[in-house]
């Protein structure tokens, strides 16, 4: 197979007149039908919908994303699709509008492809999508269609959302560039909100330019272009209180990343071993209230995982317990922010090593988790492969509001790990 245009790629071409956005949405809907029966990462798609959309984008002739194709988690609201959120309570819906993130993409000019498969409302209960490099395998969630997708070369781009580990996992289990912003950078309206503290917006696709593009487009701002002349970052090895749990393969790829990178050692201090405990007890007393019409007016509708897992958990949390936790986020934030007073970014595991197999278990968030209350800006590069031949991934943590800065180092860094 010819390895597949990146976006940035496509844009060029198209601007350059040797592309037309028709040509390219036809692509990659001839990827999609060839491999979809296997891949299985699209809750809903119209060819007829994507090409008129293709159509008009190459009569209009312009827009930051000229035609590119993008794949949307189908937790974000589409008016002219429905959005199920995995889910038989919004089987067949359509919402009354766009999502800020999809009016904003349509402005830049994109083709919204159609929805990606989701976790039922992004949380446990998992969807019919497969690891495209190896089908016996979970691709991660619960942003798990998006991730497939543009690993497999059906979109360049996608969109996912994280509250725990839902954007860096399943993009390093599939092998693609992950990206989740600084919290609050991107608008979150017309997204199912699960926990209103936590749940970012994430993009997915297969080079960091590509990362940057869409950035500018979801910001309505000119991208701010990879800079890969900066001069050699500090880097600080966070092995995270969890470096326990993360398999041999992926203690050994961290290690010799670090070396290659000439990391210095970073910890957390002591009040936040169990930091996680917070992270669960803030989502927790959260989903529980924001699932509310679901869990009381449809129980029959919503799955044992949720009920009986993250609701029922939630139901335990007191207000109390969710007030300290908020209290110990506050703290723990302003920690990760004055770590980075000696270092320019941080190194850790994008997950615990490669994607576990069968489809319904999507892999331990927890490393993701910790950055997720943090609210630090967060990529996951592709670092090779395990044991089992699946992709392995880094993951480079980045200052509040520092993205752009963190994109161009993980430029940097990956210039650096290149066979």
Request: aromatic share 6%; with cysteine; net charge neutral.
């Amino acid at each position: 197979m010819k390895p597949p245009l990146s976006a940035t790629e496509a844009a060029a071409a198209i601007d350059a007149g040797t592309l037309t956005a028709q040509q390219l949405v036809r692509d990659c809907l001839d990827r999609i039908a060839e491999r979809e029966p296997a891949v299985r990462a699209w809750a809903f798609l119209d060819p007829a919908l994507a090409m008129a959309q293709a159509k008009a984008a190459d009569a209009s002739n312009g827009g930051l994303l000229r035609g590119i194709p993008i794949g949307v988690k189908d937790i974000i609201d589409t008016h002219d699709m429905p959005t199920g959120h995995n889910s038989p309570i919004f089987a067949g819906k359509t919402t009354f509008g766009d999502a800020a993130c999809i009016a904003l993409c349509r402005d830049a000019n994109a083709v919204i492809m159609g929805k990606t498969v989701t976790t039922e409302f992004a949380n446990r209960h998992p969807g019919p999508t497969t690891n495209p490099h190896n089908a016996a395998h979970t691709p991660g969630g619960s942003s798990s269609g998006s991730a497939a997708a543009v690993a497999d070369g059906h979109v360049p781009l996608a969109f996912g959302t994280q509250t725990g580990g839902s954007v860096i996992r399943p993009a390093a289990y599939c092998g693609v560039i992950g990206y989740k912003p600084t919290f609050g950078d991107f608008s979150r309206v017309g997204i199912k909100m699960q926990c209103h503290s936590l749940d970012t917006l994430g993009l997915m696709a297969r080079t960091l330019d590509d990362i940057a593009l869409l950035r500018g487009a979801v910001l309505k701002l000119p991208p701010v272009k990879i800079d890969r002349s900066i001069a050699a970052p500090r880097i600080g090895f966070c092995r995270t209180p969890l470096w326990a749990d993360a398999s041999g393969e992926t203690k050994a790829l961290l290690e010799r990343t670090a070396s290659k990178l000439a990391a210095v050692d970073v910890t957390f201090a002591a009040p936040f071993t169990n930091i996680l405990d917070d992270h669960a007890a803030i989502m927790g007393w959260e989903c529980v209230r924001n699932y509310a019409d679901e869990r009381l007016r449809n129980p029959d509708k919503v799955s044992r995982e949720l009920m009986d897992g993250p609701v029922r958990k939630g139901l335990d949390v007191s207000f109390e317990r969710y007030v300290a936790a908020q209290r110990k986020a506050t703290a723990f934030k302003a920690h990760v922010d004055s770590l980075f007073d000696d270092v320019d970014v941080l190194l850790c595991p994008s997950a615990p090593g490669e994607a576990p197999e069968g489809v319904e278990f999507t892999g331990d968030p927890r490393f993701n988790s910790i950055w997720t209350l943090a609210g630090t800006p967060c990529v996951t590069l592709p670092a090779g492969a395990g044991g089992k031949g699946l992709p392995l991934g880094i993951q480079l943590v980045g200052l509040r509001h520092e993205d752009d800065r963190l994109l161009s180092t993980a430029a940097w860094a990956a210039a650096r790990l290149s066979p």
